[in-house]
Protein backbone atom coordinates (compact mmCIF):
# COMPACT_ATOMS: atom_id res chain seq x y z
CA UNK A 1 0.00 0.00 0.00
CA UNK A 2 2.84 2.32 0.89
CA UNK A 3 3.99 1.68 -2.33
CA UNK A 4 0.80 2.49 -4.41
CA UNK A 5 0.67 5.69 -2.28
CA UNK A 6 4.48 6.79 -3.29
CA UNK A 7 3.54 6.40 -7.20
CA UNK A 8 0.21 7.08 -7.25
CA UNK A 9 0.53 10.92 -5.62
CA UNK A 10 3.25 11.55 -8.03
CA UNK A 11 1.60 10.27 -10.74
CA UNK A 12 -0.98 12.38 -9.97
CA UNK A 13 0.41 15.45 -9.81
CA UNK A 14 2.54 14.48 -12.85
CA UNK A 15 -1.06 14.24 -14.60
CA UNK A 16 -2.04 18.02 -13.18
CA UNK A 17 1.36 19.47 -14.22
CA UNK A 18 0.75 18.26 -18.28
CA UNK A 19 -2.75 19.94 -17.47
CA UNK A 20 -1.16 23.42 -16.03
CA UNK A 21 1.66 23.64 -18.96
CA UNK A 22 -0.25 22.20 -22.14
CA UNK A 23 -3.86 23.63 -20.72
CA UNK A 24 -5.41 20.51 -22.46
CA UNK A 25 -6.75 17.04 -19.71
CA UNK A 26 -4.66 14.22 -21.80
CA UNK A 27 -7.17 11.59 -19.95
CA UNK A 28 -5.25 8.51 -21.31
CA UNK A 29 -2.73 9.77 -18.87
CA UNK A 30 -4.85 8.18 -16.18
CA UNK A 31 -4.51 4.53 -17.20
CA UNK A 32 -0.95 5.09 -17.01
CA UNK A 33 -1.51 6.33 -14.09
CA UNK A 34 -3.40 3.15 -12.43
CA UNK A 35 -0.92 1.07 -14.87
CA UNK A 36 1.79 2.32 -12.26
CA UNK A 37 0.26 1.70 -9.07
CA UNK A 38 -0.05 -1.56 -10.05
CA UNK A 39 3.32 -2.09 -11.08
CA UNK A 40 4.09 -0.59 -7.79
CA UNK A 41 2.01 -2.31 -5.34
CA UNK A 42 3.05 -6.01 -7.76
CA UNK A 43 6.95 -5.34 -7.47
CA UNK A 44 6.90 -3.88 -3.42
CA UNK A 45 4.62 -7.19 -2.30
CA UNK A 46 7.09 -10.46 -0.94
CA UNK A 47 4.80 -13.14 -2.87
CA UNK A 48 1.21 -13.25 -4.55
CA UNK A 49 -1.75 -12.00 -2.52
CA UNK A 50 -5.55 -11.86 -3.29
CA UNK A 51 -5.86 -8.43 -1.72
CA UNK A 52 -3.24 -7.03 -4.37
CA UNK A 53 -5.35 -6.41 -6.91
CA UNK A 54 -8.23 -4.72 -4.66
CA UNK A 55 -5.78 -2.78 -2.84
CA UNK A 56 -3.87 -1.42 -6.53
CA UNK A 57 -7.66 -0.43 -7.30
CA UNK A 58 -8.64 1.02 -4.71
CA UNK A 59 -4.99 3.32 -4.72
CA UNK A 60 -5.96 3.82 -8.35
CA UNK A 61 -9.06 5.69 -7.43
CA UNK A 62 -7.79 7.48 -4.55
CA UNK A 63 -5.13 8.89 -7.34
CA UNK A 64 -7.28 9.48 -9.63
CA UNK A 65 -9.80 11.90 -8.07
CA UNK A 66 -6.62 13.61 -6.11
CA UNK A 67 -5.39 14.40 -9.58
CA UNK A 68 -9.05 15.53 -10.89
CA UNK A 69 -9.34 17.84 -7.71
CA UNK A 70 -6.02 19.09 -8.30
CA UNK A 71 -6.62 19.63 -11.97
CA UNK A 72 -10.06 21.62 -10.70
CA UNK A 73 -8.56 23.75 -8.15
CA UNK A 74 -4.67 24.16 -9.72
CA UNK A 75 -4.03 23.83 -13.34
CA UNK A 76 -8.27 24.65 -14.86
CA UNK A 77 -7.87 28.56 -13.60
CA UNK A 78 -3.62 28.63 -15.31
CA UNK A 79 -5.52 27.02 -18.24
CA UNK A 80 -8.51 29.14 -18.41
CA UNK A 81 -6.94 32.62 -18.07
CA UNK A 82 -4.09 31.32 -20.76
CA UNK A 83 -7.03 30.20 -23.14
CA UNK A 84 -9.23 33.27 -22.33
CA UNK A 85 -6.01 35.95 -23.31
CA UNK A 86 -6.36 34.68 -27.13
CA UNK A 87 -9.46 36.09 -27.55
CA UNK A 88 -9.96 39.65 -28.22
CA UNK A 89 -13.52 39.58 -27.66
CA UNK A 90 -13.56 37.45 -24.21
CA UNK A 91 -10.53 39.91 -22.91
CA UNK A 92 -13.03 42.85 -24.15
CA UNK A 93 -16.25 41.24 -22.11
CA UNK A 94 -13.82 40.82 -19.15
CA UNK A 95 -12.72 44.62 -19.11
CA UNK A 96 -16.69 45.60 -19.64
CA UNK A 97 -17.50 43.37 -16.28
CA UNK A 98 -14.85 44.98 -14.28
CA UNK A 99 -15.22 48.28 -15.45
CA UNK A 100 -18.55 47.97 -14.44
CA UNK A 101 -17.89 46.32 -10.99
CA UNK A 102 -15.52 49.36 -10.38
CA UNK A 103 -17.54 51.93 -12.10
CA UNK A 104 -14.41 52.84 -13.91
CA UNK A 105 -16.07 54.22 -17.30
CA UNK A 106 -14.51 57.70 -18.88
CA UNK A 107 -16.89 60.66 -16.21
CA UNK A 108 -19.31 61.40 -18.08
CA UNK A 109 -20.75 57.70 -19.27
CA UNK A 110 -19.85 56.70 -15.50
CA UNK A 111 -22.66 59.36 -14.95
CA UNK A 112 -25.29 58.37 -17.51
CA UNK A 113 -24.75 54.80 -16.52
CA UNK A 114 -25.05 55.91 -12.85
CA UNK A 115 -27.75 58.07 -13.30
CA UNK A 116 -30.04 55.12 -15.40
CA UNK A 117 -29.33 51.93 -13.34
CA UNK A 118 -32.09 50.64 -11.71
CA UNK A 119 -34.41 52.82 -13.75
CA UNK A 120 -35.74 50.62 -15.96
CA UNK A 121 -38.21 52.80 -17.81
CA UNK A 122 -36.02 56.04 -18.29
CA UNK A 123 -34.12 55.45 -21.57
CA UNK A 124 -35.98 54.26 -24.60
CA UNK A 125 -35.04 51.49 -26.85
CA UNK A 126 -33.15 53.77 -29.01
CA UNK A 127 -31.11 55.40 -26.38
CA UNK A 128 -30.65 52.06 -24.39
CA UNK A 129 -28.81 50.63 -27.33
CA UNK A 130 -26.91 53.63 -28.15
CA UNK A 131 -25.38 53.90 -24.00
CA UNK A 132 -25.02 49.69 -24.50
CA UNK A 133 -23.04 50.56 -27.60
CA UNK A 134 -20.37 53.55 -25.54
CA UNK A 135 -20.14 50.90 -22.99
CA UNK A 136 -18.99 47.88 -25.46
CA UNK A 137 -16.60 50.49 -27.19
CA UNK A 138 -15.14 51.82 -24.07
CA UNK A 139 -14.19 48.54 -22.89
CA UNK A 140 -12.87 47.15 -26.13
CA UNK A 141 -10.78 50.27 -26.19
CA UNK A 142 -9.63 49.73 -22.37
CA UNK A 143 -8.57 46.28 -23.44
CA UNK A 144 -7.19 47.05 -26.33
CA UNK A 145 -4.75 49.95 -24.81
CA UNK A 146 -4.42 47.87 -21.86
CA UNK A 147 -0.72 46.52 -21.15
CA UNK A 148 -0.47 42.70 -20.97
CA UNK A 149 -0.10 42.46 -16.70
CA UNK A 150 -3.26 44.79 -16.92
CA UNK A 151 -4.82 42.21 -19.12
CA UNK A 152 -3.75 39.10 -17.59
CA UNK A 153 -5.05 40.67 -14.14
CA UNK A 154 -8.87 40.95 -14.91
CA UNK A 155 -8.82 38.17 -17.30
CA UNK A 156 -7.47 35.97 -14.11
CA UNK A 157 -9.80 37.94 -11.92
CA UNK A 158 -13.02 37.11 -14.41
CA UNK A 159 -11.71 33.47 -14.12
CA UNK A 160 -11.78 33.23 -10.65
CA UNK A 161 -15.29 34.77 -9.99
CA UNK A 162 -16.48 33.01 -12.58
CA UNK A 163 -15.46 29.33 -10.64
CA UNK A 164 -15.87 30.79 -7.54
CA UNK A 165 -19.51 31.00 -8.53
CA UNK A 166 -19.68 27.94 -9.43
CA UNK A 167 -18.33 26.74 -6.08
CA UNK A 168 -16.19 23.87 -5.98
CA UNK A 169 -18.62 20.73 -6.69
CA UNK A 170 -20.16 22.31 -9.94
CA UNK A 171 -16.14 22.83 -10.76
CA UNK A 172 -15.85 19.10 -10.04
CA UNK A 173 -19.08 17.90 -11.85
CA UNK A 174 -17.66 20.05 -14.59
CA UNK A 175 -14.32 18.44 -14.80
CA UNK A 176 -15.85 15.13 -15.38
CA UNK A 177 -17.15 13.74 -18.88
CA UNK A 178 -17.88 10.27 -20.24
CA UNK A 179 -14.46 9.75 -21.66
CA UNK A 180 -13.06 9.97 -17.70
CA UNK A 181 -15.44 7.05 -17.40
CA UNK A 182 -13.33 5.04 -19.84
CA UNK A 183 -9.98 6.02 -18.69
CA UNK A 184 -10.43 5.64 -15.18
CA UNK A 185 -12.19 2.30 -15.87
CA UNK A 186 -9.01 1.26 -17.83
CA UNK A 187 -6.81 2.27 -15.31
CA UNK A 188 -8.73 0.71 -12.16
CA UNK A 189 -8.64 -2.32 -14.30
CA UNK A 190 -4.70 -2.19 -15.50
CA UNK A 191 -4.02 -1.29 -11.58
CA UNK A 192 -5.94 -4.31 -10.40
CA UNK A 193 -4.76 -6.51 -13.47
CA UNK A 194 -0.87 -5.79 -13.08
CA UNK A 195 -0.56 -5.81 -9.14
CA UNK A 196 -2.70 -9.08 -9.43
CA UNK A 197 -0.36 -10.90 -12.23
CA UNK A 198 2.64 -9.67 -10.66
Request: charged share 20%; aromatic share 10%; net charge neutral.
Amino acid sequence: MLAGILFGIPAAIVWVLIVYFTGYEIGWVAWGVGALIGFAVSKSAHEPDASLGPTAATLAVASLILAKVLIVEVAAPSALTREFLKNRETVAAMFLVDMRLHKSFSPELQATINQNDGRPGALSDAQRFQLEQQVESEAVARAADATSAERERVVRTGVENVLSAMGFFGRLKQAFSGWDLLWFGLAISSAFKVAQRG
